[in-house]
C-alpha cells in the first residue's frame, strides 16, 4: 500500500475511534471555531504544535513556515494574523522556534538559492543585528542555537509593531505576545519573551 493511501485508511480508523468514544465529537466543531492560542511556529516535520503542548483540536489556530518568521510583507502569515486576533480575537500569539532549526542553518551558511535564499535573508538581518554577540560564541552548535532564540525575539518584536497587533491593542488588552523555543533534544518547550499592550504613557 502507498504511503499516501495508508493515510486515507488510518484516518477511517482514527475516526471511527473518536466516533465510538464521543459521538457527536465532529459534530460540536462543525458550527465554528474559539480558539485560544495562534500558533506561529516552524514547518519542521518534528514538531506537531498539538501534541507538544498537549491541546485538543479546537485550541490552536495554526500557522506555519520555515524558521516561523513574520515578515510584513508577506501576505500569508498577515492574513492569518489579521484573522485570528481581529476576528477569532485569540488572547494569546506564540511564535515558537526550534533549536535545531534548518532554516536557520541554511541562513548561517548561506547556501541557498531561489525563493527560500529571499526568504531567509529575514534571519540574516536578524544575525547582522547581534553580530558582535554571535561572533563571542565559539562552539557553532551554540551560535546556531542562540540565532534561534534571536530570530523568536525579533519575530515578537515585529508582531509588536504590526497594524494587526497595534489595532487590537487600541482596542483592549489582548493579545498578549509569546516566544518561545522547543527542544529537539529533549522535548521542552522553553519561554524567552512575553510581550503584553504598552501601558499609556510608556
Same mark, same amino acid.
Given at each position: 500500500?502507498?504511503?499516501?493511501?495508508?493515510?486515507?485508511?488510518?484516518?477511517?480508523?482514527?475516526?471511527?475511534?473518536?466516533? =465510538?468514544?464521543?459521538?457527536?465529537?465532529?459534530?460540536?466543531?462543525?458550527?465554528?471555531?474559539?480558539? #485560544?492560542?495562534?500558533?506561529?511556529?516552524?514547518?519542521?516535520?518534528?514538531?506537531?504544535?498539538?501534541?507538544?503542548?498537549?491541546?485538543?483540536?479546537?485550541?490552536?489556530?495554526?500557522?506555519?513556515?520555515?524558521?516561523?518568521? !513574520?515578515?510584513?510583507?508577506?501576505?500569508?502569515?498577515? =492574513?492569518?494574523?489579521?484573522?485570528?486576533?481581529?476576528?477569532?480575537?485569540?488572547?494569546?500569539?506564540?511564535?515558537?522556534?526550534?533549536?535545531?532549526?534548518?532554516?536557520?542553518?541554511?541562513?548561517? =551558511?548561506?547556501?541557498?538559492?531561489? *525563493?527560500?535564499?529571499?526568504?531567509?535573508?529575514?534571519?540574516?538581518?536578524?544575525?547582522?543585528?547581534?553580530?558582535?554577540?554571535?561572533?563571542?560564541?565559539?562552539?557553532?552548535?551554540?551560535?546556531?542555537?542562540?540565532? !534561534? #532564540?534571536?530570530?523568536?525575539?525579533?519575530?515578537? #518584536?515585529?508582531?509588536?509593531?504590526?497594524?494587526?497587533?497595534?489595532?487590537?491593542?487600541?482596542?483592549? *488588552?489582548?493579545?498578549?505576545?509569546?516566544?518561545?523555543?522547543?527542544?529537539?533534544?529533549?522535548?521542552?518547550?522553553? #519561554?524567552?519573551?512575553? !510581550?503584553?499592550?504598552?501601558?499609556?504613557?510608556?
Amino acid at each position: 500500500m502507498n504511503p499516501a493511501a495508508r493515510m486515507l485508511l488510518a484516518n477511517k480508523s482514527w475516526v471511527q475511534e473518536k466516533l =465510538s468514544q464521543d459521538p457527536g465529537y465532529f459534530q460540536r466543531f462543525a458550527p465554528g471555531q474559539s480558539p #485560544e492560542f495562534l500558533w506561529i511556529g516552524c514547518s519542521d516535520s518534528r514538531i506537531p504544535p498539538n501534541e507538544i503542548t498537549v491541546t485538543s483540536a479546537g485550541e490552536l489556530f495554526i500557522h506555519r513556515n520555515i524558521a516561523n518568521l !513574520v515578515i510584513a510583507d508577506d501576505l500569508n502569515v498577515q =492574513s492569518v494574523l489579521q484573522y485570528a486576533v481581529l476576528v477569532l480575537q485569540v488572547p494569546h500569539v506564540i511564535v515558537c522556534g526550534h533549536h535545531g532549526c534548518g532554516g536557520v542553518r541554511a541562513a548561517m =551558511s548561506r547556501e541557498t538559492s531561489g *525563493p527560500l535564499d529571499t526568504w531567509l535573508d529575514n534571519i540574516r538581518a536578524v544575525g547582522e543585528r547581534h553580530a558582535d554577540e554571535l561572533a563571542a560564541i565559539t562552539d557553532e552548535g551554540e551560535r546556531w542555537d542562540r540565532l !534561534v #532564540e534571536l530570530n523568536v525575539r525579533a519575530q515578537i #518584536e515585529q508582531l509588536a509593531n504590526s497594524e494587526v497587533i497595534r489595532t487590537a491593542w487600541a482596542r483592549g *488588552p489582548r493579545p498578549r505576545l509569546h516566544g518561545w523555543v522547543y527542544g529537539l533534544d529533549d522535548g521542552v518547550l522553553r #519561554e524567552l519573551v512575553t !510581550v503584553e499592550r504598552p501601558v499609556a504613557g510608556d
